[in-house]
């Protein structure tokens, strides 16, 4: 049987501290940093409501006179669709058009204006089955310094796919100060969040990236979300319910800070914008700790 060679820049020095030990993954390119933004990752189950946190969250820090860049990061290229009324080319479908020669690029091929100014870019992801979700978030970094597309931007969100934080997809964990966790008050939302919350911790140790709380989102109430805070370290920062209001932003193309005024939507818009002022004055790091699989299905009631 031949031997295979792998690139250099594939495996790791023996004896050096591994970044994600055990994972696939594209490395961060310690030459690409986003500057002097704050930067904030948005994490949770798949559905649970991050591309519309996101984009609200995005917006309230806009209403603050923030400047703000919102990058999602997933194949399906929504994050931005009520920021920006439509589904945005990606920087990888961009890339792809001119054969990966990136400086035949300009930024208004790939950034967009959406609403209250908020700047709009999908990073995509790779074709189903190939390719890394890190590299798509490292081109992406990377296009945005070299147009200094970054040197004026306060906020930077990214909105990241899914619950299964592979090595790829927890790529924008190497440039955000804090990783905000998504949930709602059920099993599955938890379950999800615990593991985000040990990739959290593996991050931790060679970035500078620290849990910065948790949003409970389409939830009524908070008892499941608390049980697990009080096990695990975290606290919630933010509460937002499962009002027919939201459901009906995103059939609008709407942000929240768009829809039409009512007592319950005042109350939303006005969490999102205390949620960005507190993010904003800076909150103290969270040290969670990540529970095993069977701890939680004791924890909340499973047998």
């Given at each position: 049987m031949n031997a295979v060679t792998v690139p250099v820049s594939r495996v790791q020095v023996r004896g050096a501290r591994a970044d994600g030990e055990g994972s696939v993954q594209v490395p961060l390119d310690p030459e690409v940093r986003i500057g002097n933004a704050k930067v904030f990752a948005v994490y949770g189950k798949g559905g649970i409501g991050k591309s519309t946190t996101s984009s609200n969250l995005s917006v309230a820090f806009s209403k603050l006179g923030k400047r703000v860049l919102q990058i999602g990061c997933d194949p399906k290229h929504d994050s931005t669709f009520t920021l920006t009324?439509?589904?945005?080319?990606?920087?990888?479908?961009?890339?792809?058009?001119?054969?990966?020669?990136?400086?035949?690029?300009?930024?208004?091929?790939?950034?967009?204006e959406g609403y209250n100014g908020v700047m709009c870019v999908e990073a995509g992801g790779p074709p189903a089955g190939t390719g890394c979700?890190?590299?798509?978030?490292?081109?992406?970094?990377?296009?945005?310094?070299?147009?200094?597309?970054?040197?004026?931007t306060d906020v930077v969100i990214f909105d990241v796919l899914g619950d299964v934080v592979c090595g790829g997809f927890a790529a924008?964990?190497?440039?955000?100060?804090?990783?905000?966790?998504?949930?709602?008050?059920?099993?599955?939302?938890?379950?999800?969040?615990?593991?985000?919350?040990?990739?959290?911790?593996?991050?931790?140790?060679?970035?500078?990236?620290?849990?910065?709380?948790?949003?409970?989102?389409?939830?009524?109430?908070?008892?499941?979300?608390?049980?697990?805070?009080?096990?695990s370290g975290l606290k919630t920062m933010a509460r937002f319910p499962d009002l027919d209001v939201i459901r009906r932003s995103r059939l609008k193309k709407a942000t929240l800070f768009e829809m039409e005024d009512s007592p319950e939507l005042a109350a939303v818009q006005a969490e999102y914008l205390r949620l960005a002022q507190t993010l904003w004055d800076g909150v103290d790091p969270m040290v969670g700790v990540s529970l095993k699989d069977r701890e939680i299905f004791d924890l909340l009631g499973f047998d």
């Open positions: 009324k439509q589904l945005v080319p990606t920087v990888i479908d961009i890339l792809e058009s001119v054969d990966f020669h990136a400086e035949e690029l300009r930024p208004e091929d790939f950034v967009y979700g890190g590299y798509v978030v490292g081109q992406t970094v990377k296009l945005l310094k070299e147009h200094r597309l970054l040197d004026d924008p964990l190497q440039h955000a100060d804090r990783a905000l966790i998504v949930t709602a008050n059920d099993f599955d939302s938890i379950f999800a969040m615990n593991r985000i919350v040990a990739a959290i911790q593996a991050k931790s140790k060679n970035y500078r990236v620290r849990l910065g709380g948790v949003i409970a989102n389409r939830s009524a109430g908070t008892d499941q979300i608390d049980r697990f805070n009080d096990r």
